[in-house]
């Protein structure tokens, strides 16, 4: 492709009524580096083509079904380069492995699959395919998570002993699926979701961010599940402990029924000579505590702010980059990827910081281990 | 124009080297309303091509003169809806005739002139052109901004009493413009900026969220104006005391040497019967204090949040929408505007807030009272 | 005893170099209700002489031994009438032990006992003793903590369903002990401490205040004790999972480890309709976030506060209540309790807040449950 | 005096119903230097006499004549060492002239007298009495405030460029005179509180932490006084500007009809190559930011405090000291000055940051100028 062209992007998945749809299709023009051409926005045939008239995308592009969607791109001259699905869990295995098969490049939402064997499958099909899978595990977009990752690496807190992440929120604290709430439902259905309700909905978020930023994996977890709501089949708070190599201890804490909570991802990690805060609500900002000195607010653009969050920063500090910006960022890397590999270039550093299926795999393995250890009244699993 | 296409943009200034030019860009992309396809991005020749060419805009549209470029846009049938100008300050006034005078709609950063003799024809050249004109006083697009007003207007705090507003940041504690930082140079230069120094820059930001929030036209200042580094024509730091209609009273700082301040705009107005309380920094939380009772603390995309923030919501409460979208939300209002101005149908409400000249000649006459009143020792000067 | 005269203090440990003993000293001034009268201060006698002159305490009532004090001090006409123990753990048994069964009353640090054996008998002690027993769960004084056990206890927040408190420190993140340190020698000393390290120092206040506040007992905890610094007996950081009565779960993290935090002192407590907030370091303040409304900031002396915190108020509103207040606030309640059960009157309601030997016993079980928690590899273990 | 016997304290003022009475009585008794033994805590002889056993104070030294006790307890050879003086603004010059021509050391509360003559004539009576007297400028108390002046006299924020400081309440934003409430309607009399309400009530303070800080005196001031509520005669919110020696400039706020503020003094100083920030509401931090790195956060007890701030601290950092014991420093450095006198010793360093009759005198200037300011539509007013 003309290194200067946009990315064709298809999407399958954020038609009228969908919510995360609408964010990587923001994400995706912040930076002007894809154009969307084509999309599967929904398998009802009148919905597909009214979301897509009011996306500019031309009525022959406009497919209610994604293997015909991804046959079809792929014979174009013009076809799609890279495909977005942001459907509920379970689409994510079918529809991720028919554009693989068809040769395109493929942008989707977490967690990766419907449940593990899926994972393990889709990873063998990524494996041999000769094309690149991006996960969206939004929040490492973030440039302070960035930033925290590198001074982690860099030994600025020492070795790791203590991690604490938590991921709280409160819109599931009644029974919402049942008055048919189209979010709510999904989520909270096995069939659609997989074996984690908040688990795999934000746990894997709050799971992905710690190994992210300490560059640890979790060994195993101590977990319990628990189910408030009255009747919902999966859990809405879950809590473990967790081991990881070398000896360091954690705790995650994922809740979707923490009354006054509406999207609060935090992490602090403790090594053997400084600390790290940071929380997603207020995300431009990280809390540096070395041992026996004054903590340092760290901000984005500001002083003493390494090369990772940098090349994430696109204003000046002081003005604040929230979430779509950290979406964004995913999508930037990802274009900077395609371009690079279709240029047979090596990709920039950045590129590297992309997650990928191996994060799918992770996400899904954790999913496992916890309900594994709840079912097991918290015994220590391995994940 | 057919109502689904996207407006066609032009853009004056904002090339290589520049900073508000590429927010202005992103903001614009962000609701997927507009596509840049014309510019005069730099008086420089080469500069101006390759500018271009990195924003696929087409040779024969990147101009290096923006007269040229609003006569010959203006001939195009598929010529711009609209100019975006983002130049320094001095060349506000002269693009913009240009462009109003081709029939062409303007968005133009602030302050709106040079001086208020400038702003003061531009006006009148505005208001027999049958032209949009708006003005990014950007920091009223945060959905928490357009609540503080909608609640003081509902009289949910009562009469104003008390107003402090303020806007620090460090940037120019030391002699940056003698290094050739560009940013610096031309807000230091009075023949480019014009007599306000952090008071054109940032001041006004500060002095039109007190207006937008309060409803109130500030009637005089008393104020005092200071240069603190060494050789600097203007000011770099301004603080005053404000007098509104109804006997309501207001301090303004603005200050660009104030070490540890990023982008500090903090607006608290309280009334007879509560407060309210705002952060440019944490943009989504806004601090309602009934008198009486305890604090509220609402959030964008929460409960109890109204209409006018609910129209420039994207996103669900938690997910910290930003400064970029806090400017898109200028765009995507302009665009409204314009698509239904060519519908010759009602634009909608939320239209009625976009700045525009208006507001630009309430900064232009903030900026001369306040330089008069530090003139006069701190004289109360009339706005 | 007089209704007016002050109450006759002793005190056992507390001599130079001690920090618990001047605090308690303070406490007891504060409200004006004791005088410190006699002491054991120190086994040592020259310090001991030297500590009581220091504090105004005649010499024949400087004792080096705290049972020899016990049968003086009850000997006497002028005898104490209630002595406070602030000795290391490994003292609090034997010398409350003396002082009960000399018919004195006594006040005692925390945790109640070396270990759960000494704890039930000395439950059985003062249970046949006609004497009150106070322990200094200090953290029970604060206004916002008394607020919101009120709180819950009134259904403010519905029927609770989730838990997590932490109570994080960093002083012993290096070999403190080795340097001869002497609050951190006793503490890392299994013989002088029990079982418990940081669980014992500070996760006891941590499991009190989470039980005090909600009204909960702990039925059992998974447990994970660390000790991360090489070499050290006891854990330095302890991590669990805790479920309470009616479905309740929770996590309790202590650590003094956690690089940063300094006395980080933390408990959310969220129920079916409502979550409440609390953190030690800015006591003054209490979150309540009632479900599908905007949080309410609630402070101590300022609106919507009960009668449970205004009766532990001192100030109004804005000047900060400290640490030595809440404490203070324990010893104001003992003496209201002491005076009312000397006059054979029902003491003031506020003394049923005052922590005693049933909260030391809890303390004790829950060390020795997650000790064996955490030694059968964080099994479920009944408290 | 026995250099550790407890100086022998006397109040005038501080009967049953009034406020700051009891806080300095807890403030003396905090750190075990002063006891109480005398009083004319009400000029009515019942509530004086039942105050007074209240206190422990025995009946032939409860006075209702300040004048009386003045010359009875000079006339005892137990006579106190020094009167605490804590009546509304018109009796401090009466009371502080009659104890210091009887030889007795006075603690007054502030604004030091009722007008700037009493003000000057006291000093006049101060200087050839050999006698101290202490103003209770209580914040300069806060160890975080006496670090932030040994930081700023150290040289480590460079030279002064601006300063911002506030001090804002709400509790006067109705006509609370009019029911009788005791505070308010005092403070609102002319008679009792003299030129300044909000001004002498609270802007003293703030007026005087800023000099305290800054090390700078205020030369003039330009200010808008106004008083909200109907009918009330003084002043309950001001607004000012303020000129420093060697260029620096400030503003000045306070306000009692802030809704929603408690007790927010707040002090900024921002210099050459740094910034300070701290807020009375959580006193034990200060926020410290070197120009170009990042903010540090500096607490009360942690890393990096000096000798000032350690000094006037307590307890280990985290557990929070608090408005108490800001008060009892004071006090604290008052008996240290009290004792070195009488030794004929030099008093330590710490005696030299105590309040006396310059600070008192410094306000009573500060008011005047301001109220003149305000007179003369904010015309510039030497201090």
Redesign the interface.
């Known amino acids: 492709m003309a290194s ?3 990315l064709r992007l298809g999407m399958v998945g954020g038609g009228e009524g969908a ?1 995360i749809g ?2 990587h ?2 994400a995706a ?4 580096e894809y154009e969307l051409v084509a999309g599967a926005l929904s398998s009802d045939p009148d919905r597909a083509t009214r979301s897509a ?4 995308i031309t009525p022959e592009r406009a497919y209610t079904d994604f293997r015909t969607m991804a046959q079809a791109e792929a014979a174009r001259p013009d076809g799609i380069d890279v495909v977005a699905i942001v459907t509920p869990n379970h689409i994510h295995y079918p529809a991720a492995r028919a554009f693989l098969e068809a040769g395109i490049d493929v942008i989707c939402d977490k967690p990766v699959t419907h449940d593990l064997a899926e994972a393990e499958d889709l990873a063998r099909i990524i494996a041999t395919s000769n094309r690149s899978f991006v996960l969206t595990h939004n929040y490492t977009g973030y440039p302070m998570v960035r930033q925290a990752r590198e001074m982690v690496a860099a030994g600025e ?1 020492g070795g790791i ?2 991690v ?1 992440v ?1 991921y709280a ?2 819109w599931l ?2 029974d919402l699926e049942a008055t048919g709430q189209k979010q709510a439902a999904w989520r909270t259905d096995p069939a659609r979701s997989g074996a984690g309700g908040a688990l795999g909905d934000i746990g894997t978020h709050a799971f992905n961010i710690a190994e992210f930023v300490t560059g640890l994996s979790t060994t195993s977890v ?1 977990a ?1 599940l ?1 189910s ?1 709501v009255h009747g919902r089949a999966l859990d809405d ?1 879950a ?3 967790l ?1 990881f190599p070398g ?1 360091a ?3 995650l ?1 994922c ?1 979707q ?8 991802l935090r992490l ?1 990690v ?6 790290l ?1 940071w929380q ?5 900002q990280l ?13 984005r ?4 702010t390494g090369d990772a969050a940098t090349l994430a920063t ?12 950290g979406f964004a960022q995913l999508y930037r890397d990802a274009a900077s990827l395609l371009r690079a590999r279709c240029a047979g270039e090596i990709p920039p550093a950045a590129c590297a910081l992309l997650p990928g299926i191996a994060e799918g795999l992770r996400g899904m393995k954790f999913i496992t281990a916890a309900v594994a250890s709840s079912a097991r ?4 699993t391995e994940i």
Chains 1, 2, 3, 4 share one sequence.
């Open positions: 200067h062209r946009r919510f609408a964010v299709r923001i023009r912040l930076d002007d008239v009011g996306l500019h807190i002993r203590v604490a938590e929120q409160d604290s009644t101590a319990e628990t408030f708070n809590q473990m402990l081991r000896g201890r954690g705790t804490w809740s029924v923490a009354a006054g909570n509406e999207n609060a602090r403790y090594g053997e000579t400084g600390g805060s997603q609500e207020h995300p431009n809390i540096h505590t070395p041992l026996g000195a004054p903590p340092r607010l760290l901000s653009g500001g002083p003493a696109r204003i000046p500090a002081g003005h604040p980059e929230g979430y779509l910006e009244d918290g015994a220590w």
